[in-house]
């Protein structure tokens, strides 16, 4: 297979188009062009032009899921996920490559890499998860809730949890706004604020803390 013509993309810095003389386009980054020395008019065996085409989906893999985590962080399973998951449309830009679905090995692959590089952390995760919902007033509920959600490994959860925010405070201010200032007797009131606080993950036993402290005298069930 003949490269009839080698270009540097327009839109996409460090990209290079790859012109066979089959009419088909190979897109591939700055590395790939030094490590097989490429170059137009030269004669491409079909084994470097395999070698090659490989190389340039390992290195747009990698590209797509930098892109991801640069976007917002991910645990490893939520990357694997996405990376492996098929597009539900085509792209209809020719200077981007057609998304399609890596294997779980791929995928597995590139998380490997990012591992290494530390750019993908499920410990550190675990613990942006726990700070992030904690600060926006979730209880425990909801923190194990995202945990979950987001695939963090269950060993991570314990270590995680211990840096949530002391619920206290939030749980007060909380009560006190959906109480709006009503009777510390009135049951209704109190259901509503305590099915509030739950519905954010806070158990019992810390509702029942906080509506005694705004003064409600609780029956023990």
Known sequence: MKLLKLAPSQRVQGRWLLHLEDGAI????EGEVVSFGLYSGMELSGEVLADLTAAAALAALREKALGALSRRPMSRKELIDK???RPWRPKQDPEKPQDSPA????AGAVADWLEELGYLNDREFARHVVRHYSAAGYGVGKL??????RGVPRELWDEALAGAEDPEEEIDRLIRKKM???DPRDRKALKRASDALARRGYRWEEIKEGLQRYGAGLEED
């Open 26 to 29: 190979l897109r591939v980054g």
């Open 83 to 85: 990376l492996t998951r």
């Open 103 to 106: 294997t779980p090995e791929q």
């Open 144 to 149: 194990r809730d995202e945990l979950y959600r």
């Open 180 to 182: 709006q200032g009503a």
